[in-house]
């Protein structure tokens, strides 16, 4: 503690350490002197621990100059110390033994005194349970004496059938009962209560029969005065559970086995809506009373109310749920699922409608949590009936998902069959013939699985092979309405495969089909924003808000079909393309057709060009009224484009083919020195080279003239501005021939 307080002499501030670095009790020279190397070096370390060395011996010089006599008369001033601390020894031990023998005394005393406190304590207690048998005692023989002074007339003994006690009488009997219960429950256990006990529950009994025969006679008569009584008697002995219960079993189940009767019920269209509409007529008819007096009416002076009571929530709601759950079990059969939800709804109605009637917020909350209101809505298999509808929905949803895509009845907005039902299962789940509200997350996530499973099938109908059926047969199918927009886009169709559809690895589609998919795709697409609407007030009701987070999920949804359009529209545009230039490549029979055949000089198109164009102008023309313009114009120029190319190549070999074939002869002319090899007709005009490359060159033309009829700039169709130079070139080789 001294090295603690000691304060060493203060050094110059540029020390590399510190002063009280010394003074610590954990000082150690190692980590003092490893510390300060990391500051500065050991030469100025050692220069300062110098400096202040030099500090501290003149520090300690000047302090023993300041005390030098005491330190002079020290030892002087201890002789015969010794001496004086002997001569203290003895007082201090007889000092030491009076005290030790005081001790002892005090705590005798003390010792005594707890024992006295803890001897007072137990009697006190013995006292206040002595006290409260008196009460009780007390208590018993004057309530005895108050049931005795009524007279023979009002009661004859507490042994006998007891009669009615009046209810001011019953107010001052139930006020020393409530003392006598509190006394009694305070000497639980106690030998003298058990004796007493007998009396007391005679008491209890004769109270009882008193209390409920005086509520009787009030609801019988419609005395506000002895009801009023008689209830607050009820809570100042803590039984309001009981008055409810009798009021229960008096008042409302005759009432309710009366209203609610099966047979009724089924043998009348709208039994159960009339049954409900009886059973909420009891409250303002039969319960007036009891609200008034109990605070559940508007009209009642709250001076007069007596508080603690909800005979709505524990009298009147126990025994409809009883008598619902006893005499109407087949009110909660789901296994009509449509009657199911007739009877769910007009059933919550119902008990709205009895919310309605409770006197305040708190009585609807106590309602909603009373067990008899868990037990009725538990009652309802919601499960059950979700089961039964959703099965309803996806079987008739998948028999739609059929190989043979059947097209969607007349009238529909969509095409084919599968999208018709898409569209009419979302409606099916949120109309007002299915939808409840408990359901609504349920019915959403199956909304989403139905938009998730027509995605997953329309990708795996996209990739099918496409069908050359006779169109006869794709009409089997088809509605009256709709039969003569069933003809498909490829020319080639009629011919047949004469293969049965168990010996195709996937089911075909025809190209109609695939024209029809995209058409209700793009209209689902559209659609989609009309969910959210219809959604909307249903969510609503269930008191759900966050719309960002269901127009998500719909987004997703429509992202997951738009996935699903460019292989279609590759397969659209491969089918047409196929289609057109199957007639195309009969440019390859136009050499055949002039050469050493004398035939006329070409003036206009070969037939083939108009059959190459057939599967545009009947993309265009049948199908304008279910398609948008831009995919249609889209399909045209893809299509187009491909065949174009295909025919760019076509062309160019026939051309290439008729110029060796010219330069053939003429080597061969030149070789024999004959006119019998001349190429030139009978007519001595046009070659029949030439004849092919002016053919040729007319073909693309009328190519060009009728692409640019269907409302396409040519210079978007890849390849045609190469067909048109490279037929323009032969043509112009012909005429220089020919000139």
Avoid at 76 to 97: C, F, I, Y
Avoid at 319 to 335: A, Q, Y
Avoid at 551 to 572: F, G, H, Q, Y
Avoid at 632 to 652: F, M, N, R
Wanted: charged content about 25%.
């Amino acid at each position: 503690m001294e090295a603690k307080k000691m304060n060493l002499p203060r050094g110059p501030d540029n020390l590399c350490f510190d002063k009280d670095e010394f003074m610590k009790p954990d000082f150690d020279v190692d980590h003092f002197v490893s510390e300060c190397r990391k500051r500065v070096q050991l030469e100025e370390l050692r220069e300062d621990l110098e400096l202040y060395y030099k500090l501290l011996k003149t520090a300690m010089v000047e302090l023993i100059n300041k005390d030098y006599a005491d330190f002079v008369n020290l030892s002087t001033n201890l002789v015969g110390m010794d001496k004086a601390l002997n001569q203290l020894s003895v007082p201090l031990g007889q000092l030491r033994e009076e005290v030790m023998s005081l001790k002892s005394c005090v705590s005798e005393g003390i010792r005594a005194v707890d024992d006295r406190l803890s001897k007072q304590e137990d009697i006190r207690r013995k006292k206040m349970c002595v006290l409260r048998l008196i009460h009780v005692i007390q208590s018993v023989e004057k309530i005895e004496k108050i049931l005795h002074s009524q007279g023979t007339n009002e009661l004859s003994s507490l042994e006998g059938n007891s009669p009615l006690v009046t209810g001011q009488v019953l107010e001052r009997i139930a006020t020393e009962f409530n003392q006598l219960q509190f006394h009694a429950v305070q000497s639980k256990g106690m030998p003298l209560l058990d004796k007493v006990r007998p009396r007391i529950a005679g008491i209890t009994a004769t109270l009882q029969q008193s209390l409920e025969g005086l509520l009787l006679e009030g609801l019988q008569t419609s005395n506000v005065d002895i009801i009023r009584h008689c209830l607050r008697t009820y809570a100042t002995i803590d039984k309001t559970r009981d008055a409810e219960a009798l009021v229960g079993q008096v008042l409302v189940k005759p009432y309710i086995d009366e209203v609610i009767v099966e047979e009724y019920v089924q043998a009348h269209p709208n039994g159960l809506q009339a049954m409900y509409n009886r059973l909420l007529e009891f409250v303002p008819h039969h319960c007036r009373l009891l609200r008034e007096v109990t605070g559940g009416a508007i009209s009642s002076e709250k001076a007069d109310i007596v508080p603690g009571y909800d005979f709505l929530v524990n009298s009147v709601w126990p025994e409809i749920v009883r008598g619902l759950e006893e005499k109407l079990p087949s009110l909660f059969n789901p296994g009509n699922p449509d009657v199911f939800h007739e009877k769910y709804t007009t059933s919550m109605d119902f008990v709205r409608k009895f919310e309605r009637q409770c006197g305040s917020q708190a009585s609807v909350k106590r309602l909603r949590s009373h067990p008899s209101y868990h037990s009725f809505n538990n009652k309802w298999n919601l499960p059950v009936y979700f089961q039964i509808r959703f099965r309803e929905i996806a079987g008739d949803f998948e028999a739609s998902l059929s190989d043979s895509l059947e097209e969607a009845p007349e009238g529909s907005s969509y095409c084919l069959l599968a999208t018709h039902m898409v569209w009419t299962s979302l409606l099916k789940c949120w109309s007002d013939q299915m939808f409840l509200p408990l359901l609504a997350h349920r019915l959403w996530k199956l909304s989403l699985q139905i938009l998730a499973r027509y995605s997953v099938f329309i990708s795996e109908v996209s990739v099918r092979p496409i069908s050359s059926e006779n169109a006869k047969e794709s009409k089997k199918s088809v509605p009256a309405g709709r039969k003569e927009s069933s003809i498909s886009l490829n020319p080639n169709e009629d011919q047949g495969n004469g293969s049965s559809p168990e010996s195709q690895p996937l089911p075909s589609i025809s190209s109609t089909q695939l024209v029809y998919i995209a058409a209700d795709l793009d209209k689902l697409q559209e659609q989609i924003p009309d969910i959210i609407e219809m959604v909307k007030p249903k969510l609503e009701m269930i008191g759900f808000k966050n719309m960002s987070c269901i127009a998500e999920a719909l987004e997703d949804s429509k992202t997951s079909l738009s996935a699903c359009m460019p292989t279609l529209n590759n397969r659209i545009i491969q089918d047409l393309s196929e289609s057109s230039f199957t007639y195309l490549k009969s440019a390859l029979e136009i050499p055949r057709l002039y050469r050493r055949t004398n035939k006329e000089v070409p003036t206009k198109a070969s037939p083939y060009v108009d059959s190459a164009l057939k599967p545009f102008y009947r993309l265009q023309n049948e199908y304008r009224d279910m398609l948008k313009q831009p995919m249609i114009h889209q399909w045209l120029e893809g299509a187009l484009s491909e065949s174009t190319q295909k025919y760019y190549e076509t062309v160019s070999d026939v051309l290439n083919s008729v110029k060796k074939m010219e330069e053939s002869l003429k080597r061969l002319k030149q070789a024999r020195k004959t006119a019998a090899s001349n190429p030139v007709g009978t007519n001595g005009g046009m070659s029949d080279d030439d004849k092919i490359r002016l053919q040729l060159a007319l073909d693309v033309e009328y190519f060009g003239e009728q692409i640019r009829k269907m409302g396409l700039d040519t210079s978007n169709i890849k390849s045609f501005s190469a067909l048109t130079e490279l037929v323009l070139s032969a043509k112009d080789q012909a005429t220089v021939e020919q000139s």
